[in-house]
């Protein structure tokens, strides 16, 4: 997983902010919504021992162990226009996604070898 500079600086920006120490975002997936699965991103007060550590551009990405074959490949961005503003990825691993654009369908990333 990589991060554009939009990204790294709104998660740096939101690390600065919170209410309480954080380490950085925790991504995920998770099973829900009218194409299958949404992508989730909070708050991470503490890495986990299965945590996937991202660094890049100087803020921390940790990524749920669930999704890490979900997550392969992509790239995080942070888009902001009059009417939202949100983190949005581009993933290969991407089949569809709903026309509301909060639900995906993934597929786990191929490893050879």
Same mark, same amino acid.
């Given at each position: 997983?990589?991060?554009?500079? =939009?990204?790294?600086?709104? *998660?740096?920006?939101?690390?600065?902010?919170?209410?309480?120490?954080?380490?950085?975002?925790?991504?995920?997936?998770?099973?829900?919504?009218?194409?299958?699965?949404?992508?989730?991103?909070?708050?991470?007060?503490?890495?986990?021992?299965? @945590?996937?550590?991202?660094?890049?551009?100087?803020?921390?990405?940790?990524?749920?162990?669930?999704?890490?074959? &979900?997550?392969?490949?992509?790239?995080?961005?942070?888009?902001? @226009?009059?009417? $939202?503003?949100? &983190?949005? &990825?581009?993933?290969?691993?991407?089949?569809? =996604?709903?026309?509301?654009?909060?639900?995906?369908?993934?597929?786990?990333? $191929? *490893?050879?070898?």
């Amino acid at each position: 997983m990589r991060l554009t500079d =939009a990204a790294a600086q709104r *998660i740096n920006e939101l690390t600065q902010r919170a209410d309480s120490e954080i380490v950085g975002l925790r991504v995920g997936v998770k099973n829900g919504g009218c194409a299958g699965q949404s992508y989730t991103v909070e708050y991470a007060h503490d890495v986990r021992p299965t @945590d996937e550590v991202v660094e890049d551009k100087g803020v921390k990405i940790l990524v749920d162990p669930k999704a890490v074959l &979900f997550l392969l490949g992509t790239e995080m961005d942070y888009k902001a @226009d009059k009417m $939202q503003a949100q &983190f949005v &990825f581009n993933n290969p691993n991407q089949i569809s =996604a709903c026309g509301c654009g909060e639900s995906v369908e993934l597929r786990p990333a $191929q *490893i050879d070898g």
